[in-house]
Nanobody
Framework: QVQLVESGGGLVQAGGSLRLSCAAS??????MGWYRQAPGKQRDLVAT???????NYADSVKGRFTISRDNAKDTVYLQMNFLKPEDTAVYYC????????????WGQGTQVTVSS
């Protein structure tokens, strides 16, 4: 059974930092990443990382957020620095796996709130 368990969200003041973690289990995962959804808005990509370590970031977080992963632990991290109020959202972990076809697994979401 594929499962993604997120941790690390919370409340922080603008300019502060948070680190999100997502532990995946139940399959071999290829691309992993983080998405976020603010109230009343669509879910948007934050950052992704391939199994080989190639990364991709949304323009809004470049230079502030860093995605990394530990393949041995099937865990992906998101280090968020210089947080802004507009970063406030529910952050979702995503992991891609293949079983004949491609599947996307999602975590339950973790709230990040940045106060001004």
């Amino acid at each position: 059974q594929v499962q993604l368990v997120e941790s690390g969200g919370g409340l922080v003041q603008a300019g502060g930092s948070l680190r999100l973690s997502c532990a995946a289990s139940g399959h071999i995962f290829y691309d992993m990443g983080w998405y976020r959804q603010a109230p009343g808005k669509q879910r948007d990509l934050v950052a992704t990382i391939t199994r080989g370590g190639r990364t991709n970031y949304a323009d809004s977080v470049k230079g502030r957020f860093t995605i990394s992963r530990d393949n041995a632990k099937d865990t992906v991290y998101l280090q968020m620095n210089f947080l802004k109020p507009e970063d406030t959202a529910v952050y979702y972990c995503n992991a891609v796996y293949y079983s004949i076809q491609r599947y996307d697994a999602w975590g339950q979401g973790t709230q990040v709130t940045v106060s001004s």
